[in-house]
């Protein structure tokens, strides 16, 4: 099965940077997300990794190495709107014998003025 | 276009009755999957279609969770005699294939169990 752990929660300062980190282990890895949900509404969707490296979007990069089961989502330049919930989700062999995504607990974070 | 859209937004229902939850993924989307979410808890998957067919079941918890796809677009997940801990926001997602695609979510069903 998996195993997916990133931070409960964190803080920052708008304006600053911020790294997310998750740790996962699979069995069958096809590829990694992240995802942003504020309270009450549905994830959306932020980056997807599936080779080692940086993958850059504007003010939001996520970074992935396989072989060390882990990857974080940086976030520069905060700005309040990014207080919300940041879910890594892994693509696994489930099962059933399709790839799934499980998602992680999701990290809560709270950018402060 | 449109996105995925989902009916009820809130269901409240007295333990024991049964419920139906309804998703409408976006257009042209083969792949649709069911997942929820109880307070402080991640997403929970439930079970996945590609097209009308359910390859993957394994995450629904009880034999009281059922879902079907018809048309291959809109899905249904049925849960019969609900009990208090069914009590969660039911969220269902789409994408265009289902292996390396995106999914897009809908704004999800909250189901409160009296």
């Known amino acids: 099965g998996q195993n997916i752990d990133q931070p409960t929660e964190m803080t920052a300062t708008e304006g600053a940077i911020v790294q997310i980190n998750c740790t996962y282990q699979?069995?069958?890895?096809?590829?990694l997300f992240w995802y942003q949900q504020h309270a009450g509404e549905a994830p959306t969707f932020l980056s997807y990794n599936v080779l080692d490296g940086l993958e850059e979007k504007g003010r939001f990069s996520s970074f992935l190495s396989r072989s060390k089961g882990y990857s974080y989502l940086l976030l520069k330049e905060l700005q309040m709107k990014d207080s919300a919930s940041y879910l890594c989700a892994v693509r696994d062999l489930g099962s059933g014998g399709s790839y799934i995504p499980t998602f992680g607990r999701g990290t809560s974070l709270i950018v402060h003025p | 276009g449109a996105g995925v859209s989902q009916s009820p937004s809130n269901k409240v229902t007295e333990k024991g009755k049964d419920v139906e939850l309804r998703c409408d993924p976006i257009s042209g989307h083969t792949a649709l999957y069911w997942y929820r979410q109880s307070l402080g808890q991640g997403l929970e998957f439930l079970i996945y279609f590609q097209g009308n067919s359910a390859p993957d079941k394994s995450g629904l918890p009880s034999d009281r969770f059922s879902a079907e796809r018809t048309g291959g677009s809109v899905s249904t997940l049925t849960i019969q005699r609900t009990q208090q801990e069914d009590s969660a926001v039911y969220l269902c997602a789409s994408s265009k294939t289902g292996y390396t695609d995106t999914q897009y979510f809908g704004p999800g069903t909250r189901l409160t169990v009296l």
């Open positions: 699979t069995s069958g890895f096809n590829g």
